[in-house]
């Protein structure tokens, strides 16, 4: 276990009944605890997964009929299955689990098998009283909506908590009739398990220029819906592999995942390159615990670290070699539906509000998943690519010279890397009103906007590096291990030309 602690990061913690542990992991939204309804075990090297579950994947070219026999003659349960990356998800009994990892690990044709791991959302709610939405400016959104507002073909996939498909910002973004509930494995996305999903889907696409409440990155661009978590709020690998190759096989162009899952494990990684493959792109939270990981690049997910409004990195903000960008990602005004209370002689009482500061990098992903979506609606005919060294290259330079692990490339620029996109494709008419962002949501005071809320920032995904992800990335190159050789090739030049090089 002391292992298992060093590798994952946890900070010591003294032996407590199991219910104390799973509490204090907990997501508190709003002063309310959600009762947990997932167990989780503390075998084999991954401190928590998915009691009784093993994710397998085989070799290409293995047939489904040869997969299926050799999991017969092991005596193992199908539960189901992801074929577009061929992953099967096995049923196993609990206290048999490492023996029988083991013993399919060694069957010829067996590519990986692992855990599902639990992982947990990357936000933390609080009601600091800093200006609504200072991002916008920050990252200069409204220099980006001169070039384009969006279109709602080109969609962004937010795969978190349930969404609240009544909220007055967010009703008329959602494509309601496509979305999904991995969980459940049907159509009930708006099972809202915690706030989580409404904060995220806030700050990436909330209605614009609607003479109501906040302005989401993304003006135009539809969201496509999809529930990943259990009642608690947590994820697993599965579940945000599902949901991954369901934005894909949906159209989706970005999938945002504001939860910690650091570099990907290797079927989050699958997943993301079948997504890449599609011409979209996997973005993640980069981690709140402050710390700094060492887990290697992953060319399939941009990681997204967060800044406050004076271009610092944020305190919480997880440092590493897998951090690609940051984003405004401290007391970001968005959309919610929680509670707030207020303490008078009589005690407290507490009332609904539909907006609220929230704090994490689970807000700095979605920004940049909102801007990614400009991107492609502005040019629709761009690759994935493409749009990684567009981002790059228009990225404010912060920190060390070049790439840094702490920044990545630099704090995102909408401006810039709007601007460096030639158009080939018809777009929208441009409304030339812009939205009144300081003053669109006066009925809303600051000091209402919500409670403090506290999410565990334990390291949860797997052990496994994905090195043969992290080396080369054909037309996409990301990071290079010598900062020293990305400071002498700085540049200050236009937002076109190549800011930074890895090599």
């Given at each position: 276990?002391?292992?298992?602690?060093?590798?994952?990061?946890?900070?010591?913690?003294?032996?407590?009944?199991?219910?104390?542990?799973?509490?204090?992991?907990?997501?508190?939204?709003?002063?309310?605890?959600?009762?947990?309804?997932?167990?989780?075990?503390?075998?084999?090297?991954?401190?928590?997964?998915?009691?009784?579950?093993?994710?397998?994947?085989?070799?290409?070219?293995?047939?489904?009929?040869?997969?299926?026999?050799?999991?017969?003659?092991?005596?193992?349960?199908?539960?189901?299955?992801?074929?577009?990356?061929?992953?099967?998800?096995?049923?196993?009994?609990?206290?048999?689990?490492?023996?029988?990892?083991?013993?399919?690990?060694?069957?010829?044709?067996?590519?990986?098998?692992?855990?599902?791991?639990?992982?947990?959302?990357?936000?933390?709610?609080?009601?600091?009283?800093?200006?609504?939405?200072?991002?916008?400016?920050?990252?200069?959104?409204?220099?980006?909506?001169?070039?384009?507002?969006?279109?709602?073909?080109?969609?962004?996939?937010?795969?978190?908590?349930?969404?609240?498909?009544?909220?007055?910002?967010?009703?008329?973004?959602?494509?309601?009739?496509?979305?999904?509930?991995?969980?459940?494995?049907?159509?009930?996305?708006?099972?809202?398990?915690?706030?989580?999903?409404?904060l995220v889907a806030g700050a990436a696409g909330a209605m614009t220029n609607n003479n109501l409440g906040v302005a989401g990155v993304g003006w135009n661009?539809?969201?496509?819906?999809?529930?990943?978590?259990?009642?608690?709020?947590y994820s697993t690998s599965y579940y945000i592999a599902a949901g991954i190759t369901y934005a894909a096989d949906h159209g989706a162009k970005v999938a945002?995942?504001?939860?910690?899952?650091?570099?990907?494990?290797?079927?989050?990684?699958?997943?993301?390159?079948?997504?890449?493959?599609?011409?979209?792109?996997?973005?993640?939270?980069?981690?709140?615990?402050?710390?700094?990981?060492?887990?290697?690049?992953?060319?399939?997910?941009?990681?997204?670290?967060?800044?406050?409004?004076?271009?610092?990195?944020?305190?919480?903000?997880?440092?590493?070699?897998?951090?690609?960008?940051?984003?405004?990602?401290?007391?970001?005004?968005?959309?919610?539906?929680?509670?707030?209370?207020?303490?008078?002689?009589?005690?407290?009482?507490?009332?609904?509000?539909?907006?609220?500061?929230?704090?994490?990098?689970?807000?700095?992903?979605?920004?940049?998943?909102?801007?990614?979506?400009?991107?492609?609606?502005?040019?629709?005919?761009?690759?994935?690519?493409?749009?990684?060294?567009?981002?790059?290259?228009?990225?404010?330079?912060?920190?060390?010279?070049?790439?840094?692990?702490?920044?990545?490339?630099?704090?995102?620029?909408?401006?810039?890397?709007?601007?460096?996109?030639?158009?080939?494709?018809?777009?929208?008419?441009?409304?030339?009103?812009?939205?009144?962002?300081?003053?669109?949501?006066?009925?809303?005071?600051?000091?209402?906007?919500?409670?403090?809320?506290?999410?565990?920032?334990?390291?949860?995904?797997?052990?496994?590096?994905?090195?043969?992800?992290?080396?080369?990335?054909?037309?996409?190159?990301?990071?290079?291990?010598?900062?020293?050789?990305?400071?002498?090739?700085?540049?200050?030049?236009?937002?076109?030309?190549?800011?930074?090089?890895?090599?």
């Amino acid at each position: 276990m002391q292992e298992a602690q060093k590798l994952f990061y946890i900070k010591p913690i003294k032996r407590k009944p199991s219910l104390v542990l799973i509490v204090t992991a907990m997501l508190l939204i709003s002063v309310a605890v959600f009762p947990t309804n997932v167990a989780y075990s503390t075998q084999d090297d991954n401190p928590k997964h998915v009691p009784g579950r093993l994710l397998i994947k085989f070799s290409d070219g293995i047939s489904v009929d040869v997969q299926n026999w050799i999991l017969r003659k092991q005596g193992v349960e199908v539960e189901d299955s992801m074929p577009q990356i061929n992953i099967q998800v096995l049923k196993v009994p609990e206290n048999s689990l490492i023996g029988i990892k083991s013993k399919l690990e060694k069957i010829s044709g067996v590519e990986y098998v692992q855990t599902d791991s639990i992982i947990e959302p990357q936000i933390m709610p609080d009601d600091t009283e800093f200006s609504k939405q200072w991002h916008h400016n920050k990252i200069q959104t409204p220099n980006a909506w001169e070039t384009s507002e969006g279109r709602q073909d080109i969609i962004i996939a937010i795969l978190d908590s349930g969404f609240d498909a009544t909220h007055p910002d967010l009703a008329g973004k959602f494509l309601a009739s496509e979305g999904y509930n991995v969980v459940d494995r049907n159509n009930d996305w708006s099972v809202v398990s915690c706030g989580h999903g409404n904060l995220v889907a806030g700050a990436a696409g909330a209605m614009t220029n609607n003479n109501l409440g906040v302005a989401g990155v993304g003006w135009n661009n539809k969201i496509l819906p999809i529930r990943i978590t259990t009642s608690n709020c947590y994820s697993t690998s599965y579940y945000i592999a599902a949901g991954i190759t369901y934005a894909a096989d949906h159209g989706a162009k970005v999938a945002n995942v504001s939860f910690g899952i650091y570099a990907g494990d290797r079927t989050i990684t699958n997943a993301a390159k079948y997504m890449y493959n599609h011409g979209g792109l996997v973005v993640a939270a980069g981690g709140n615990n402050g710390q700094t990981l060492s887990y290697k690049d992953n060319r399939y997910i941009i990681s997204v670290g967060a800044t406050d409004e004076h271009d610092d990195i944020a305190s919480f903000s997880t440092r590493g070699k897998y951090i690609d960008f940051t984003a405004p990602g401290v007391s970001i005004y968005t959309t919610c539906r929680c509670t707030t209370s207020v303490f008078n002689s009589t005690g407290a009482f507490y009332y609904p509000v539909d907006y609220m500061y929230a704090t994490g990098t689970s807000l700095s992903a979605p920004i940049v998943s909102g801007l990614i979506a400009l991107m492609f609606s502005q040019n629709s005919s761009i690759t994935p690519s493409q749009v990684y060294d567009n981002l790059k290259q228009s990225a404010i330079d912060l920190g060390s010279a070049g790439y840094d692990t702490s920044f990545g490339w630099g704090r995102i620029d909408a401006g810039k890397a709007l601007k460096s996109i030639v158009t080939n494709v018809p777009q929208p008419a441009t409304i030339n009103v812009q939205p009144n962002i300081d003053t669109a949501s006066q009925s809303i005071s600051p000091s209402s906007a919500g409670e403090e809320a506290v999410s565990s920032t334990e390291q949860v995904g797997t052990s496994t590096s994905v090195e043969d992800e992290s080396k080369e990335n054909p037309g996409q190159s990301k990071k290079s291990d010598d900062n020293k050789q990305n400071k002498e090739s700085k540049s200050s030049g236009n937002s076109g030309q190549s800011k930074k090089s890895k090599k």
